[in-house]
């Protein structure tokens, strides 16, 4: 069975500065796709960054980016010059071709002002 | 705006009551979900549905319910059969179950807690 694995349960950064959270996860098969999801205080949950299998490229969107390594079974998210607004819980989540998504267990996140 | 609504925000229940917990979306999605959110753990998905009239069990279906009888509308009873109800609970919804994107959209969740 696919799992995802979030090994720190928190981290804390300096705010401006630069932190990675890290993401490992256990699967068989060769196209599913990768997410990253936020969750504020406020609790609604939204997207963050998505990475398809397939493609090379780490996935980038504005502050966030992502280390995909698929050999290694890996998707960190890097986050650059971070914000008060950053601060959150961040779930990686994984999802085969037909299948639902399975969720890691999240890594809280506290910017430092 | 577009998005989903979740009601109520805090809900409070006696042992061996059921209640229901409404998740309505303008989003014009097909598929929606009920996920279930404990400290420390994952999201875990408890019933999903992909089209109006049906509907799948997820991971953690026992004592619970649901029906999808509009496309807007999902609702989750739990039950009194649930063991451990108290629990965050998050409706989430998507333009097409299967291949597509994969995003899901959330509302702001429900919080129950068992007297």
């Known amino acids: 069975a696919q799992t995802v694995t979030q090994s720190q349960p928190e981290m804390s950064v300096q705010e401006a500065e630069t932190v990675t959270l890290s993401c490992t996860y256990d699967?068989?098969?060769?196209?599913?796709?990768l997410f990253w999801y936020k969750q504020p205080p406020s609790r609604q949950m939204i997207l963050v960054i998505r990475?398809?299998?397939?493609k090379q490229q780490n996935a980038t969107e504005n502050r966030f980016s992502v280390n995909f390594q698929k050999a290694a079974k890996s998707f960190s998210l890097k986050i650059s010059d971070s914000q008060l607004g950053d601060a959150a819980m961040y779930f990686c989540a994984y999802r085969s071709a037909w299948d639902q998504l399975i969720w890691g267990a999240g890594t809280k996140l506290i910017i430092k002002p | 705006d577009g998005g989903i609504t979740q009601s109520p925000k805090y809900l409070f229940r006696k042992e061996g009551q059921n209640v229901t917990l409404s998740c309505e979306q303008n989003?014009?999605?097909?598929?929606m979900y009920w996920y279930r959110q404990d400290p420390g753990q994952g999201l875990r998905l408890i019933y999903y549905?992909?089209?109006?009239?049906?509907?799948q069990k997820g991971d953690i279906a026992e004592g619970y319910s649901v029906s999808r009888e509009k496309k807007e509308s999902f609702p989750l009873t739990v039950t009194s059969a649930q063991k451990n109800p108290t629990a965050f609970y998050l409706c989430a919804s998507s333009r097409a179950a299967g291949v597509d994107t994969g995003e899901l959209f959330f509302g702001e969740g429900s919080r129950l807690t068992v007297l």
């Open positions: 990475q398809e299998a397939y």
């Open positions: 549905s992909q089209i109006v009239n049906d509907f």
């Open positions: 699967t068989s098969e060769s196209d599913y796709y």
């Open positions: 989003l014009n999605h097909d598929a």
